[in-house]
């Protein structure tokens, strides 16, 4: 199936990357074994059950989790998985109203079209089910693209892109309610990471699937040259005294409901039966008029 929306990634590439770290995931899956955990703590202080259940991403670690924790597991009855290298996310293969949950780690900031694949997420799910979504934000691996980016204009006089764009905290709760989820709410989490020298952190990356698949990708090849002036500039400004060099990664996680008729709603203007001014032991006075000395 075509793509008619184009975007910074290239589909095919995404699907490669993620099939080819089959083999090699489970030797840098910190960071999604940190965000499963998450998810799942999130999910134990709602009480209530979730009989379909879908993964989106992980390789099966968010099922590992829940089979980790008795009474989560005891109310969570079936789990579907899918990864980016079986299934795309802008062109879901589940029927409406499909599943009570949605989890997805780490997989979202794949997607050319974030705002449709959340409808359809959204759609997927049955009325008054829950979507937990966690994915790379924008300040993650600041210090490589930056390290990369002074390199390449030291030694070609300019730079082109080399490391993934991601999204912002503040983009994520508008997204949702932009794809129709009620009581959207997004938060942040900034690990940090220290490696001995930085083709650990590349082939951490290369490891989970997470190496660059932009659609116009960098004319000009990451050379043995660039890479090692890149290495150079990232031990210089971003080396701790013990010489291990800082990786940032943002992770962003998106909470929304499928709407339902039971849920919270906002209060209508005009409908509180309290004053502010009576709550606050002031006088109230129209916005134009000035405050009296007394």
Known sequence: MSHPTLGPFEPR?????????????????FLHERVCADLAD?????????????????YGLFSEEV??????????????EADLDLVDPEFLPFAPGAFDLIVSPLALHWINDLPGALIQLRLALRPDGLLLASLFG???????????IEAEFELLGGAGPRVSPFADLQDIAGLLQRAGFALPAADRDVVAVRYAEPMRLLSDLRAMGETSALRERNPT????????????????RYADENK?????FEILTATGWSPHESQQKPLRPGSAKTRLADALNTKEQSAGEKPSDT
Request: charged content about 30%; hydrophobic content about 45%.
């Open 13 to 29: 590439l995404v699907r490669q990357r993620k099939r080819r770290a089959r083999a090699s995931f489970r030797d840098a899956s």
């Open 42 to 58: 999130r999910l134990e202080v709602i009480p209530r059950p979730f009989e379909r259940v879908l993964a989106l991403g992980g």
């Open 67 to 80: 089979r980790a924790r008795p009474e989560l597991s005891a109310r969570v009855a079936s789990i579907f």
């Open 138 to 148: 924008g300040e993650t691996l600041t210090e490589l693209r930056l390290s990369l």
């Open 221 to 236: 090849n990451l050379s043995r040259r660039i890479l090692a002036r890149a290495f150079e500039v990232y031990h210089t």
């Open 244 to 248: 291990r060099v800082l990786a940032t």
